[in-house]
Structures are given as C-alpha cells and as structure tokens.
C-alpha cells in the first residue's frame, strides 16, 4: 500500500528548532521528487520545499529560506525537513506530499503538527 | 513569482447542482495546474492535473479545463461528499516553486 507518515512535530520556543520525518511505502520512493507543504490552523495550504529524486537539488519557499534544510535518504525511504530559527508563523500542520511527476503531488501524509510558542 | 487567484471564496449550492471553481494566474502557467480537494480533519486530495487530467479513482463528474492564466473546476452534478475546500496550485520552473490559490469552500445551501 502507497503511504507517507510524518513525525516529529511538536512544541517548541521562538527560535528552537526541529527535525520532521516522512517514511515512505510502497512506492519507488528515489524515482519521485518530494515536498512538504504547511497549513496553519484554519488557513488555506502553503508549498514550503522540495527535493529533487535523487537529493541532489532543492528549493524553498523565500520565508523558510536559510533557516529550513530539506534532504532524503532514498535507502531508507525517508523525507526530512530540519528546522531552525523557527518563529510563531511556522505553526502548522507539515505534510509531506509525494511528487506525481507532473507538477501535481498525487500522495499526502496526514501531518504532524508543529506549534512555536513560549 | 506566480499568484493564484481563486474565486468565489464561498459557493452555496444544492446536491444535484452544478459547481463552477475559478483560479486565475498572475502569469501563465499554461496547463501545469492542479486542482485538490480537502475535508476537514483530512489531507488534501489530488482531483485533477495538467489542468484537465482526472487522477485515479477521481468520479467523472469533476473535471478541469483552461490554459494560460485562466482555469476551471466543473463538478456537474454535486454529490453530498463533495462539500469542501478547493486548492488550485501550480508549479514554475525558475526558480523552482509551487503555489497554492487560497482555496474556494463549497458549502450546502
């Protein structure tokens, strides 16, 4: 069965930082590009970044940029999304969303929830 | 960097229905446009691609078309599940960014 689950979100101070997961099955995870979107509660959905297949290029939306790194370990099926410098605005929801290869993501993880707060 | 502009905010309409989605592009994006439907409590799920392809298992009763800056989600006949949240969304390719529009809710009228 195709599927994404994301972990790692949770509270955290102005300024900390954090690691997101996303373990990926049954499909063949280094033939996609990946990217995780954001949702903060009760808004509309917001492309955050994204990697290439094989890791080798990345990008970001400008507000995350040098402060979010994403990267994949195609061997172990598994997204990341290290966050640093995180402030009050990156509370959301974080999913990861497989790439359908056609500038669309045809698969979504239910999201881990990440909350910066003092 | 490319908007997208989705219109109305809120459509009231009747199961039984037809539902008209609008997304308008700050630029063109000529047919790299997707269209997503989400739940509450649910992620977001893939509708249409490539402004006008159905994805797998997606009911023929919705279905896209436009080009250019200029798009549509038709849902011809409503069906009680359809109430939701609509996202069109593109993708540029320098630099190399998604955008979602900020989402049309179909609500029961």
């Known amino acids: 069965e195709v599927h994404l689950l994301e972990s790692g979100g949770g509270l955290v101070q102005p300024g900390g930082s954090l690691r997101l997961s996303c373990a990926a099955s049954g499909f063949p995870f280094s033939s996609h590009a990946m990217s995780w979107v954001r949702q903060a509660p009760g808004k509309g959905l917001e492309w955050v970044s994204g990697v290439t297949g094989g890791g080798g290029d990345s990008f970001y939306t400008d507000s995350v940029k040098g402060r979010f790194t994403i990267s994949r370990d195609n061997s172990k099926y598994t997204l990341f999304l290290q966050m640093n410098s995180l402030r009050a605005d990156d509370t959301a929801l974080y999913y990861c969303?497989?790439?359908?290869?056609?500038?669309?993501?045809?698969?979504w993880g239910q999201g881990t929830m990440v909350t910066v707060s003092s | 960097e490319i908007v997208l502009t989705q219109s109305p905010a809120t459509l009231s309409l009747s199961p039984g229905e037809r539902a008209t989605l609008s997304c308008r592009a700050s630029q063109s994006v000529s047919t790299y446009l997707a269209w997503y439907q989400q739940k509450p409590g649910q992620a977001p799920r893939l509708l249409i691609y490539d402004a006008s392809s159905r994805a797998t298992g997606i009911p023929a009763r919705f279905s896209g078309s436009g080009s250019g800056t200029a798009f549509t989600l038709t849902i011809s006949s409503l069906e009680p599940e359809d109430f939701a949240v609509y996202y069109c969304?593109?993708?540029?390719?320098?630099?190399?960014?998604?955008?979602f529009g900020q989402g049309t809710k179909l609500e029961i009228k």
């Open positions: 969303a497989k790439d359908l290869g056609a500038f669309a993501f045809d698969l």
């Open positions: 969304q593109q993708r540029s390719n320098w630099p190399r960014r998604y955008s």
